[in-house]
């Protein structure tokens, strides 16, 4: 217990995977208003938008008119995906802090999500990492499927380790270990990020852990167990990957923030202001939030 971080940094992915799931078009404004309501509930790392292939991921077709709605406060971080040169041209208007390139540890998902073998993948990234890095933002990367794929199955730590190095070889600056379809349980998380921690240190890596089997609490707990401190977490539980038959949204943000509050820990975040930013963006889709803890809360407020 006196292990455990005593501050842990959120970077809200939901306006990124949390939209991206949804069939049906939300606006650029709603976008922004979504990104704004973050704020004000304390967040200073968000995931706004992707410069992906529109014809693959539609939802994401107005990022830069998403990048330009967004009122920009001081001291917040703003990130957005690239999978190639061409999202990272497209994104660089934008002045993100940060992009994020995204491989996977299973070969069949990096075909499905990105149309190209992980080392294919790889070599995409190194002109964007040099062009991020000219431009001064920074570089993050996603590793999919760190415990589990949807085609493959099973996911060895060995090929976690292996495209992590990579990763970090081409200079990626900080890698976050998703868990693409939610499969991963406490143990088989910590054997993937211990991997993950043998090429990047420890402020440098984070946990991305989609809740599709009610797991993900249980991973961020496992993975403060070995002092990991930032995680991507997704307002009202949003999201999931096209690309992942079933998978659902990642670990809502008021679940975690009401599991460190608990637990003491800081995150600089306040919960009722988050279960008002995921109470605004359920109500444009039409459904309450998935997070347990907005439920609750939302009920005690009557
Ligand atoms: P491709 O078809 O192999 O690409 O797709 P291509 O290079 O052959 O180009 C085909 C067409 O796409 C061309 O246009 C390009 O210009 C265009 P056309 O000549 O046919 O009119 N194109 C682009 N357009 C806009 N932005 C771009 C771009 N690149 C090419 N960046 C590609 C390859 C990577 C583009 C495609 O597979 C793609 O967009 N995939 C994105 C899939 C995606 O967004 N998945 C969800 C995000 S990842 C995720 O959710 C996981 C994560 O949360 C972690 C986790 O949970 O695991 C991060
Ligand atoms: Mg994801």
Not at 25 to 41: P, W
Not at 94 to 112: G, I, M
Not at 150 to 158: L, S, W
């Amino acid at each position: 217990m006196s292990n455990l971080p005593t501050q842990v940094t959120l970077v809200d992915v939901g306006p990124r995977d949390g939209l991206q799931n949804e069939k049906q078009t939300v606006s650029t404004e709603d976008k922004a208003r979504l990104v704004a309501l973050l704020q004000d509930a304390g967040l200073t790392e968000i995931e706004v938008t992707s410069f992906v292939s529109p014809k693959w991921v539609p939802q994401m077709g107005d990022n830069s008119a998403v990048m330009a709605a967004i009122e920009r406060r001081p001291g917040v971080r703003y990130s957005v995906l690239v999978p190639n040169m061409k999202g990272f041209e497209g994104a660089v208007a934008s002045r993100p802090d940060e992009v994020v390139v995204f491989a996977a540890a299973s070969e069949a998902f990096s075909q499905k999500n990105i149309n190209c073998s992980i080392a294919e993948s790889v070599e995409r990234f190194v002109p964007v990492v040099q062009a991020a890095h000219a431009a001064g933002f920074k570089v993050r990367g996603a590793l999919s499927c760190a415990v589990g794929c949807p085609y493959q199955g099973e996911v060895r730590p060995d090929e976690v380790e292996r495209v992590a190095k990579m990763l970090r070889e081409i200079g990626v600056d900080h890698l976050g270990v998703a868990d693409t379809i939610g499969v991963g349980t406490p143990r088989k998380v910590q054997a993937a990020l211990e991997r993950a921690l043998k090429h990047y240190p420890l402020h440098e890596v984070s946990g991305h852990f989609h809740d599709t089997y009610g797991q993900a609490i249980s991973n961020v707990y496992a993975s403060l167990e070995l002092g990991v401190h930032r995680f991507d977490t997704s307002i009202a539980g949003l999201g999931g990957c096209p690309y992942a038959k079933g998978a659902t949204g990642n670990v809502a943000t008021e679940d975690v923030v009401f599991l460190l509050n608990g637990l003491g820990i800081a995150t600089g975040l306040d919960l009722d202001r988050l279960v008002d930013a995921g109470a605004f963006i359920s109500g444009v889709l039409g459904r309450p939030p998935a997070s347990r803890v907005a439920r609750a809360l939302l009920a005690k407020r009557g």
